[in-house]
């Protein structure tokens, strides 16, 4: 009777590594997959931090260059206001008759 108990637990004791094994294994292979995952998310943040760093410069950049073709538009419209009153001024001296 002892040994028909053993045999039984010996089976049970075999069918219970039998699923313990391949799960330990699923296991370890959720861990692997769980560190790349980490590392993934890690280099995402880091990728965004740097983006966001690139956006920054960009929009600070463009202020800058907002700036200077601001100035350099009321350059261009105050030569063009000359311009124009010199050709002005010119057309009104050539029909202004002769003495």
């Known amino acids: 009777m002892g040994s028909l108990v053993d045999g039984i637990l010996l089976i049970?004791?075999?069918?219970?590594?039998?699923?313990?094994?391949?799960?330990?294994?699923?296991?370890?292979?959720?861990?692997?997959?769980?560190?790349?995952?980490?590392?993934?998310?890690?280099?995402?943040?880091?990728?965004?931090?740097?983006?966001?760093?690139?956006?920054?410069?960009?929009?600070?950049?463009?202020?800058?260059?907002l700036e200077a073709l601001s100035l350099k538009i009321e350059e261009a419209r105050a030569l063009v206001s000359e311009l124009e009153a010199s050709r002005a001024a010119l057309i009104a001296a050539r029909r202004e008759p002769k003495a």
Not at 20 to 41: F, H, N, T
Not at 43 to 59: C, E, H, K, M, N
């Open 12 to 65: 049970a004791l075999v069918a219970t590594s039998a699923c313990v094994v391949p799960m330990y294994l699923k296991l370890k292979r959720l861990d692997r997959v769980q560190a790349e995952y980490g590392a993934a998310v890690t280099a995402s943040g880091i990728a965004l931090t740097q983006a966001g760093d690139a956006v920054r410069s960009f929009s600070g950049e463009g202020r800058e260059i």
